[in-house]
């Protein structure tokens, strides 16, 4: 006994690993391991080589699996779990595929497997006997979703999938099928609505209808299609979701941003109801797709495999996921419903008649009470910021890779110096993380930052490809004294001099094998947030300086940080603030004559004026 107590110790002595480490490689796994079993399956089945027994066994491989898991890693099948209704060949094979998991699980090669699958997952390496154990049981958990999966296809499965496809056809040879065994008599909605002719429903040539599986890569060609027929003009007034949305966005004069935002969304919601055309869309469909937005991964399509996967696919993968993995944010799903909305105003004014009167508002999601604006996000204090960047990043650490341990090194990357930029400027996190080595210049003497558009990355409220300068956006902040002397404009010449594209190169995270990004010549161009990859380093920061961060505060807090201190400084006018900031002047302050005198019938507030203000910005350390 003392002898096992001895050796626990020892296994336990090195911390395990994190729950959202081996969750990563978790989700990871079965994402590449559920099509495959599929695929299998579906082989077995609709070639008919797969034994006439095959149901059975995947039964057995499902015990085997819930049998290590339940039971231990044991090489031998455990007389418990033994059926005494099975035959002797029955027990033969059950004993056969036991052995075949333990030994894919056990085995010297499999351990090595497993560990360099793991540490190409997630980048961390398995250095104890708990590490190899964890990963042996997040391994066998994705095996046994997996299993699950393949064997729980329902029949009402297949009928949903059935009726999609009737609702995507419209043409004289094909007549409504009702199934005595219909999920809900709402489904059928492959009948064209008596005032509308079958001759006027069909789509126009160019526009086709999906015929096979039902995916957002196959949407996203649709999508392109209409995109393109919508620029020349050619067509009338389709019917087809993918037209009526493009002839509105080209319309609206909608920036490419913002419509290809809003297109995504449509297609989300063609995807989750397999619908195509105005004609085919319910109330039920709006609700479903209310419901879906709540289910779906937060991660959904953020690798290209994800546009491949059918919605049946897409939903088991969400089941096996933890719950705060899945379901977007309330705003985002107000958003979604609000381009749904705009979209089905667009079909009713082109004279598209539904079957329903559309109602959005139950749909979206309820807040608990009015929160006042200004509370809506914390905003720093000094002392808060101080301590902050008292954090060993900004003053010290043991090396590149211990950030958050004391030590004499600073490396003063992007990690380094955005953060640091936003408390002394008040800009957005994307337009400090996207700046260019020329960006830094020197207006008036004064060394400044020019936050201005480029071809990686926009400045919010600016039209894409904007190229009067009455409508652009740009703005010259001066650099306060602190970042001068830490070496900021010593950094952009140094960039310049190496030929780097951006201030902070680092900022650009390598593409991962097999995504989006990864596909692009280059990889800048795929980034969707820029400074998306300073925020776990950033989190931890907060939360080890803060003591947990109680506040809840974020990168973002820093802006408001700026423009609260600036505000609250009597010798700082609100012009100047906004010149700094970049924010828009609302006139939320009750003063005509000001509004005008300070927004219409002035110029730009010269660099001096906003280098005095700059330097009212308290040093942090």
């Known amino acids: 006994m003392e002898f096992d107590r001895m050796i626990s110790s020892l296994i336990l002595l090195s911390p395990a690993l994190s729950e959202e480490v081996v969750s990563k490689y978790m989700a990871t796994s079965l994402r590449q391991v559920l099509p495959e079993f599929h695929r299998k399956v579906r082989m077995e089945r609709m070639t008919g080589r797969g034994l006439q027994d095959g149901a059975w066994l995947r039964d057995i491989h499902k015990l085997a699996v819930l049998t290590l898991l339940e039971d231990g890693v044991h090489p031998t099948f455990p007389a418990h779990r033994i059926d005494p209704a099975w035959t002797s060949a029955q027990l033969e094979m059950v004993l056969s595929v036991y052995q075949q998991e333990y030994n894919r699980l056990m085995s010297p090669e499999a351990r090595r497997t497993i560990a360099k699958r793991f540490t190409e997952t997630t980048g961390a390496t398995l250095n104890s006997m708990e590490h190899h154990a964890q990963v042996r049981e997040a391994d066998l958990k994705v095996r046994l979703a997996a299993l699950s999966s ?30 005595a065994d219909q999920l809900a008599p709402k489904l059928d909605t492959a009948t064209t609505p008596p005032n509308i002719s079958k001759k006027q429903a069909r789509l126009t040539p160019g526009v086709d209808l999906i015929a096979g599986t039902f995916t957002v890569a196959e949407l996203m060609k649709q999508f392109s299609v209409a995109q393109s027929e ?3 003009g050619a067509g009338g007034y389709t019917r087809d979701i993918a037209g009526i949305f493009w002839r509105y966005a080209r319309l609206e004069g909608l920036s490419d941003g913002v419509a290809q935002q809003r297109a995504a969304d449509l297609r989300l ?11 085919e869309v319910e109330q039920w469909h709006l609700r479903r797709y209310a419901d879906a937005l709540k289910e779906i991964p937060k991660n959904f399509l953020r690798s290209v495999y994800d546009q491949r996967r059918s ?3 897409v939903k088991a993968i969400a089941a096996n996921m933890r719950r705060d993995q899945v379901g977007l944010a309330d705003g985002t799903i107000k958003r979604h419903l609000k381009t749904l909305e705009l979209f089905l105003g667009r079909a ?12 959005l508002a139950s749909l979206r999601p309820k807040t608990s009470g009015r929160v006042l604006d200004h509370k809506r996000r914390s905003v720093f204090r000094l002392d808060e910021v101080s301590t902050v960047f008292a954090h060993p990043l900004w003053q010290g650490h043991k090396s590149p890779g211990r950030r958050h341990d004391r030590g004499e090194m600073i490396k003063k990357d992007s990690r380094y110096w955005v953060p640091l930029i936003l408390a002394y400027t008040g800009a957005r996190r994307a337009e400090i993380a996207g700046l260019l080595p020329s960006d830094i210049v020197m207006s008036d003497d004064i060394p400044t930052i020019v936050i201005q558009s480029n071809p990686w990355r926009g400045i919010k409220g600016e039209e894409p490809g904007t190229t009067d300068p009455r409508k652009k956006l740009t703005r010259v902040v001066p650099i306060h004294s602190h970042l001068v002397e830490l070496g900021l404009v010593e950094h952009a010449a140094r960039m310049r001099a190496l030929g780097e594209t951006f201030l902070f ?6 593409p991962r094998k097999g995504s989006a990004r990864s596909l692009r010549p280059d990889p800048a161009e795929g980034v969707e947030k820029f400074g998306e990859s300073l925020d776990d380093m950033w989190r931890k920061a907060l939360k080890i300086a803060l003591k947990g961060n109680p506040r809840e505060l974020c990168m ?7 423009n609260d201190t600036l505000l609250h400084d009597p010798d700082v006018l609100d012009a100047t603030r906004y010149d700094i900031t970049g924010h828009a002047f609302r006139g939320q302050e009750q003063r005509p004559y000001s509004e005008i005198s300070e927004q219409t019938y002035r110029d730009d507030v010269s660099v001096s004026i906003k280098a005095d203000a700059i330097e009212r910005l308290p040093r942090l350390f």
């Open 230 to 232: 919508s620029t020349d």
């Open 348 to 359: 009713l004014s082109e004279g598209h008649v539904l079957r329903f009167k559309p109602e």
């Open 311 to 313: 919605y049946g696919q």
């Open 556 to 562: 973002h807090s820093l802006r408001h940080y700026v």
């Open 505 to 510: 190169p680092d900022v650009i995270p390598k």
């Open 150 to 179: 393949i064997t729980k296809r329902q029949k009402e499965t297949y009928l949903s999938e059935a009726d999609a496809l009737l609702t995507s056809l419209h043409s004289d040879q094909v007549e409504p099928v009702v199934m």
């Open 269 to 279: 919601f063609c995807f989750v109801n397999g619908v195509q055309t105005i004609d």
